[in-house]
Structures are given as C-alpha cells and as structure tokens.
C-alpha cells in the first residue's frame, strides 16, 4: 500500500484580487534582503584572487570559504526558520543583517586564510542563514493564487544580488584593496539590508495567537513523509551543478585566456539567467503546474553543465552561465511554493529551512572538490561530469517528490 502522507489542513482560497495588499510589500522587502544576502555571499568570486595573492592559498583553499559559508547557511537553515516561526521573520532577519556586517569587518582585518575563512565563511554563513530561509518562509503564506509568482519575484533578489553586487565589489576592490571593499560592502549590509528587514511580517494567517492553532502539517510528520525525502535528495544531489559555477567558472574563464572582468562578469550572467527563471518561471508554474515546472528545470541545470564541459571560450560560457541560472533560479524560486502547497503554513519556514540543509553537503564538497581536482589535474572537467550525473539524480528525486502520494 503507498504511504499515508500528512495533509495540510484546507483553507478557502481567496479571489486574486483578495490577497492582501500588504503581501506585497513583504515580497519586495524579501527581495531586498535576498539581494543584500547573497550579492555579499558570491561576491567571493570578485575577492578569489586577491585571496589567492595576499596569502599564497592554493584554489582548493580558497574555495573552501565558499564551500563553509553555504554549509554553515544551508546546515543552519532549519535553525533560522524554527527561531522565525517562535519570534517572527523580523528579529532574526535583522539580527542576520547584523552578523553579515560584523563578519565583513572582521574579514577586512584577516591575516591568514584561517581568519578569512571564520569571518567570511562562518559568521557571515551564520547571517546568511538567519535571514535566508526566515525572509522567503515569510512571503508564502500571504499567498495562494498568486504564490508562485510572489516567491519568485521574491527570491529573484538572488538574481539581482548575483548580478549587481559582485561587479560593485570588483570595481571597490580596484579602489580601495579589498580590505577597504570588504568595509564598503558592510556599510551597504547595515544601509540596505536592515532597511528591508524590518518592512518583514508574517501573514495574519501564519501568526500564532494564544489559543489558535496554524494550519498546516507539524514540523516532524512533514519530515518524516516520503514527499520531503524525495525533496531532499533532490536537493542534495543537485547542490554540486548550483554551487560549483559560482567559485569556480570565473576561475575556468581565466585559465581560457578571458579578462578578468569578463571572468567576473559571468557570475553576474549566472544573476541575469536566475532573475528571468525566477520571475518566468514562476509565473509559469502557476499556470501549468509547479511539481512539472521542478522537474523541467532540474532536468535543465544537469544539461547546462555539458555544454561548460565543452566550452572553448567566452562565448560559450556566457551562453551557459545564462542556461544555468535560468534553470538554478527557476529550481529555488519554486521550493518554498511548493512546500507551502504540500505541507501548510504552520512549520513552512521550518521545513524550508530543513530541505535546504540538503544541499549543505554538496555546497561545501562541491566546490573544495573542484579545486582539488583542479590542483591535482589542472582540468575541472571530471567534476563537472559528475555535476551532470548528480543533476539527472536530482531530475528523478524531484519527479518523485511531485507525484501525487497513491503514484509514488
């Protein structure tokens, strides 16, 4: 017989026009936030080589920063959401901000990769995950007609951030070292990040009055389900095709002979792809179906990473940074919808915050991998390979995770 599975408790679903209007400003505060939080987290990508230089780290060490700061967001990440669901997405997003910017002073005043490696792999992980999976958890249960498109305009902050706030950084590194970039950025955390922070509240459905109970599933029948297992692996095997471009293909561009700018830049085209498949499709999702839309967009992240496997210069990578990040923003704009569909509002930030840490592994090993396979072969085409077979894993997971229960 399949697996009974847990339901979220039904809730009459209002006319487009219904949802509050006040929804969508905590859909543009997300935003915001999300924009502030990752541009600060791949910006790595501009300071790799002033790392490289100033403490004479191999590419395997240095991306090790990368690879800890999303272990520690990704593995934190059900922390956040359970500390947002008990004091509300306000406090902790804001208390976030707030490690971002300490993380980034104290990274301005590292002297070795070890220092580096606490400030901006650590305690800026640790921020990350205090606002990440709070801010997004926030923006679902405002919604239901409209909720794919709102998480995706929401979590195309990520996008934004990807694309803007690593060429920022490059051009203050040129001005200021970057120690003096790293202060530049912590002022803009504590400008732009707490700004949005504070315009975040919970729906009036999601709020906890005495005596109430919220719908949805309880956080433990939620995990112990078959559909979140599915969801899991699917994110833990598709980390490595999300996460390895970011630290290591503005790398793979200079060793082609590319500018360092236009090396640069390409994180910035990952961000212009993220940002159409998170405003595309989510919009599409809505129409069609989002378990189909994951499917389709994981399918599409494992056969991007053929043609990086193949690239023979500029062109062909801008041409797959973009393939890419349609399909990677398209994967993560459609998660936190999904789980509000499948499992209710009453632990969503919670459950978010828990599948996320699937992807905990793969996000450190990935890339770590990737410069050691790099250091020992001076190719990274093996990873990459593995990327695409992790990816048609991860396609399956998902297929699975979206059928309907009696199906599976």
């Known amino acids: 017989m399949p697996e009974a599975e847990p339901a979220a408790a039904a809730a009459p679903v209002p006319a487009a026009g219904d949802e509050p209007r006040y929804g969508w400003v905590v859909v543009w505060a997300c935003f915001a936030a999300l924009a502030v939080i990752f541009g600060i987290a791949y910006s790595f990508a501009a300071f790799f080589e002033s790392f490289a230089a100033e403490f004479g780290a191999a590419r395997a060490d240095v991306s090790l920063v990368f690879g800890v700061t999303g272990l520690v967001y990704f593995a934190l990440g059900a922390f956040g959401g359970m500390l947002a669901d008990r004091f509300g997405p306000r406090r902790v997003t804001s208390a976030g901000m707030l490690c971002i910017v300490a993380a980034l002073v104290a990274g301005s005043r590292s002297s070795s990769m070890a220092q580096v490696t606490l400030a901006y792999g650590v305690v800026l992980g640790l921020g990350v995950a205090l606002v990440y999976t709070p801010s997004i958890g926030c923006v679902q249960p405002w919604f239901t007609r409209r909720r794919g498109l709102a998480a995706g305009i929401a979590s195309a902050g990520i996008g934004a951030g990807t694309l803007l706030v690593p060429l920022a950084a490059t051009a203050a590194i040129a001005q200021w070292h970057w120690r003096g970039a790293m202060l530049a950025l912590a002022a803009f955390v504590a400008a732009v990040g707490l700004a949005s922070t504070l315009l975040l509240r919970p729906a009036p459905t999601a709020r906890r009055v005495a005596g109430a109970v919220v719908p949805g599933v309880p956080l433990g029948p939620a995990l112990a389900s078959a559909r979140f297992r599915w969801l899991y692996v699917m994110c833990l095997a598709g980390a490595p095709s999300m996460f390895v471009p970011f630290a290591h293909l503005s790398a793979s561009a200079r060793d082609l002979g590319i500018a360092e700018a ?147």
């Open 262 to 408: 236009q090396a640069v830049g390409l994180v910035g085209l990952i961000g212009i792809g993220s940002l159409c498949g998170r405003f595309g499709v989510g919009w599409l999702a809505d129409h069609l179906g989002r378990g189909p839309a994951l499917v389709a967009v994981m399918a599409s992240l494992g056969a991007s990473m053929l043609l990086w496997l193949v690239a023979p210069g500029y062109a062909t990578l801008a041409v797959f940074a973009l393939w890419m990040g349609l399909s990677y923003g398209g994967s993560v704009s459609l998660m936190p919808a999904l789980c509000m569909d499948f499992f209710g509002a009453r632990a969503v930030s919670s459950i978010i915050g828990t599948l996320y840490s699937g992807a905990a592994l793969g996000n450190l090993a990935g890339p770590w991998l990737a410069g050691r396979v790099f250091d020992a072969s001076g190719s990274y085409a093996p990873v990459i390979a593995a990327c695409a077979a992790l990816s048609a894993l991860a396609t399956y997971a998902a297929r699975r995770a979206t059928m309907p229960a009696d199906a599976r």
